[in-house]
């Protein structure tokens, strides 16, 4: 499978094989800049320019997230753990989530306005990002 996220605040879920589209995903009221399949598919992750963060399984909403915030917050880049219970993205900053809601969010700011992607290791221990300012982030969870 493969999943598109656009302008028109949609997700699309297509067939890798034959082209043909499985899902579309609607609920974002923003443009959907990112969105990315748990590691073992049985999830996905959108996140949009309002900084709300939808997790899906099989066509159906499970949970989303919000920013709760007024400034900048387009979601550019977003990854699960190994495990698929946290969700890592990046906006205006760094932000993990637990995917089943049962904890709190964890922020860390960053200084330019927002980052544009996020890497982190197998074990989702150690995090690197950039932001538009060029400032390289290097993190590890203690």
């Known amino acids: 499978m493969l999943a598109s996220s656009s302008a028109d605040k949609l997700v699309k879920v297509w067939d890798a094989r034959d082209g043909?589209?499985?899902y579309c995903?609607?609920?974002h009221r923003d443009c959907v800049r990112s969105c990315r399949f748990a590691p073992d598919s049985s999830l996905l992750a959108s996140g949009d320019d309002l900084g709300e963060i939808r997790i899906w399984?099989?066509?159906s909403l499970v949970?989303?997230?919000a920013e709760n915030t007024a400034i900048f917050s387009w979601v550019t880049d977003l990854s699960f753990s190994?495990?698929?219970r946290h969700v890592v993205s990046v906006s205006n900053n760094i932000k993990w989530w637990s995917v089943d809601g049962t904890q709190p969010p964890r922020t860390f700011p960053i200084l330019g306005s927002h980052a544009r992607f996020v890497w982190h290791n197998a074990d989702f221990t150690s995090f690197i990002t950039v932001d538009n300012a060029g400032v390289l982030y290097i993190l590890k969870q203690l």
């Open 20 to 22: 043909r589209m499985i």
């Open 57 to 59: 399984r099989d066509g």
């Open 25 to 27: 995903l609607s609920g």
């Open 82 to 84: 190994q495990d698929c």
């Open 63 to 65: 949970r989303s997230f």
